[in-house]
Antibody, heavy 120, light 107 residues
């Protein structure tokens, strides 16, 4: 059974750096073709694709956030970490991590999400 | 970047109705399209991938079709638990992108 869970701070200030951890089980990020992605959703708004990190450490980022986003993985711990620099109130959103199945690129399993509020 | 446009943005329907939601891509995405359902304050749930393949466990009243730039999600007979917001997503080329969502409400 695949599960994912996001953890990290809920309240941040502008210009700070956000670090979110996605802890997962039921799959390995060493399996060929598997990925873990990040999606965010501002309150009442649509989903926004942030990027993916793959089993082979290939990383893809949203161009609109590329200079501020970094993904890393720890396959032994079963974790993926998102780091986002220079936060702005517009980054207030629920952040989800999700599993991308082998050799496919959509998200079949999602974490519960974590709401991050950026305010001065 | 590929833009995904859903229509309508909102829709009112009754239990038992047949409902169709459309998703249009700004360029050809083959069949690299997924549909998700999201209920209020809940996590998105995968319904369909590769435009027409039903995710395991999803009721057969849901179906997807299309290729290229035009896609549809159809619910053959609405059930009370189907009232939610639906999002399409393309994964043909980076950056992957979502539609703005279609909110399906009870009439």
């Amino acid at each position: 059974q695949i599960t994912l869970k996001e953890s990290g701070p809920t309240n941040m200030k502008p210009t700070q750096t956000l670090t979110l951890t996605c802890s997962f089980s039921g799959f390995s990020l060493t399996t060929r073709g598997v990925g873990v992605g990040w999606v965010r959703q501002p309150p009442g708004k649509a989903l926004e694709w942030l990027g993916l990190i793959y089993w082979n450490d290939d990383k893809r980022y949203s161009p609109s956030l590329k200079n501020r986003l970094t993904f890393t993985k720890d396959t032994f711990k079963g974790q993926v970490v998102l780091t986002m620099t220079n936060l702005d109130p517009l980054d207030t959103a629920t952040y989800y991590c999700a599993h991308s199945p082998p050799e496919n690129l959509y998200f079949d399993f999602w974490g519960q999400g974590t709401l991050v509020t950026v305010t001065s | 970047d590929i833009q995904m446009t859903q229509s309508p943005s909102s829709l009112s329907a009754s239990v038992g109705d047949r409902v169709t939601i459309t998703c249009r891509a700004s360029q050809d995405i083959n069949t690299w399209l997924a549909w998700y359902q999201q209920k209020p304050d809940k996590v998105p749930k995968s319904l369909i991938y590769d435009a027409s393949t039903l995710q395991k466990g999803v009721p057969s009243r849901f179906s997807g079709s299309g290729s290229g730039t035009d896609f549809t999600l159809t619910i053959s007979s609405l059930q009370p638990e189907d009232f939610a917001t639906y999002f399409c997503q393309q994964y043909n080329s980076y950056p992957f992108s979502f539609g703005q969502g279609t909110k399906l409400e009870i009439k």
